[in-house]
């Protein structure tokens, strides 16, 4: 398996390096774009064979079931899909306004000898290991967060520190500095005439970042989707606040929860014990592999619409 894994992501990037060196800049560029979908194909592939034995015994409703029980070989992976698209819908909400906001204040706000210092921290934080964002909203944002709910909604509205919410924010926290760096780079890249023509009309300080920032928007969307693939594949961070909910999909989003990638994280270990969970998590790691095609072709789609 695991030499079948390594030859699906090693060989087709080998063949398209031999092409650059080989043959034209161009024509090798397009053999390394097929490479990289052949490796995606076959990775669906391997995903569909390794899943193809709770595919053939349950069919769809491995995908639609909430049941979770080893003892009677029964698996569902929707509370992990429901739990993977609320915590992305979360992080992503928070982290578009905070990157453009970061973006925005290192090219507009900081002195220009500053700009270089904190573009450098703010990509720093992206290289950070994740278990250092997970033992934080453990011990400081979870706390924070329980406290502040159950003071705004009343006690026992969030009854653990591990939640959804925790998650969600946790995640929009990681998956900002992503975003920051590709909508900084577009903003700094505006030409200056645009600025000058904007300002010659008479517009304000807070028009012209704005026209500037639709002048980019091809990057805005890149970056928010960059951020989104992120957060949907964080496994680390998330399973340490999450909660690792099985068999049921939340209530709200102050309850605990899983998603796909802390599921398979949590549940692989265990699963050569069980005839069908590993192709129980190989569906899961199928539907999380295909709702990142559909994200990033929606992001292609957008990005070459607005160039």
Known sequence: M??????VLVLPY?????????????????????????AVALLIAMFLVYAYPILEREGLAVFTSTVWDPAREEYGVLPALVGTLITSAIAISLAFPMAVGVAVT???????????????????????????????????????????????????AMPSQYSLLTAGILLAVMVTPYAAAVIREGYAAVPKAV????????????????????????????????????????????AMVVGGKLGSLP???FDGGITISS????????????????????AGALALAVLGIAINAAALYLIRRWQ
Request: aromatic content about 10%; proline content about 5%.
């Open 263 to 282: 599921l398979i994280a949590l549940q692989f270990p265990n699963a050569a014990a069980y005839k069908y969970m590993t192709a129980a998590l190989f």
């Open 251 to 253: 209530a709200s989003l």
């Open 106 to 156: 290192i090219n507009e706000v900081l002195p220009p000898r500053l700009r270089p210092l904190f573009a450098s921290l703010v990509d720093l934080t992206a290289t950070m290991p994740t278990v250092l964002y997970g033992l934080w909203g453990i011990f400081a944002l979870g706390p924070l967060l329980q406290s502040a709910v159950n003071a705004v909604f009343g006690p026992g």
């Open 195 to 238: 600025e000058e023509a904007v300002y010659a009309l008479g517009a304000t300080r807070l028009e012209t970042v704005l026209v500037k920032l639709r002048h980019i928007r091809n990057y805005v969307v890149g970056g928010v989707f960059l951020a989104l693939g992120r957060a949907m594949g964080e496994t680390v961070a998330v």
């Open 2 to 7: 695991l030499g079948f894994i390594l030859a």
């Open 14 to 38: 080998l063949a398209a390096a031999l092409a650059l060196l080989f043959i034209k800049m161009r024509w090798g560029l397009r053999m390394f774009g097929i490479s990289a979908l052949v």
